[in-house]
């Protein structure tokens, strides 16, 4: 029943800019926790974005101050602005929603992002 659908990924040169979308649907989205992961081949798959039911906001280091995330609780949707990206952005991003600290986590299926020149 709980389903998240991300969009936006792609392939950009290095310095340009995506900004994905990850839409909600079964669950209570304005009280969720809503969180961008990413995972490249061979690697662990590490949150980059997180913001809370309340707005506050957290990012790796890897992306402050060049990613951001936001929500918008009337279209059920959570974004990720990425600009000046870099070839280590590279990777699949997945969209993550949890209503609780210790409930369950919802998945979405994922989107490429590809940055090279």
């Known amino acids: 029943q709980v389903q998240l659908v991300e969009s936006g990924g792609g392939s950009v040169q290095p310095g340009e800019s995506l900004r994905l979308s990850c839409v909600a649907s079964?669950?209570?989205?304005?009280?969720?926790?809503m969180n961008w992961y990413r995972q490249a081949p061979g690697k662990e798959r590490d949150m980059v974005a997180q913001i809370t039911g309340s707005g506050s906001t957290n990012y790796a280091d890897s992306v402050k101050d060049r990613f951001t995330i936001s929500r918008d609780n009337t279209k059920n949707t959570v974004y990720l602005q990425m600009n000046s990206l870099k070839p280590d952005d590279t990777a699949v991003y997945y969209c993550n929603a949890r209503r609780t600290r210790l409930g369950p986590a919802y998945w979405g299926q994922g989107t490429q992002v590809t940055v090279s020149s």
């Open positions: 079964g669950i209570n989205f304005s009280f969720s926790t």
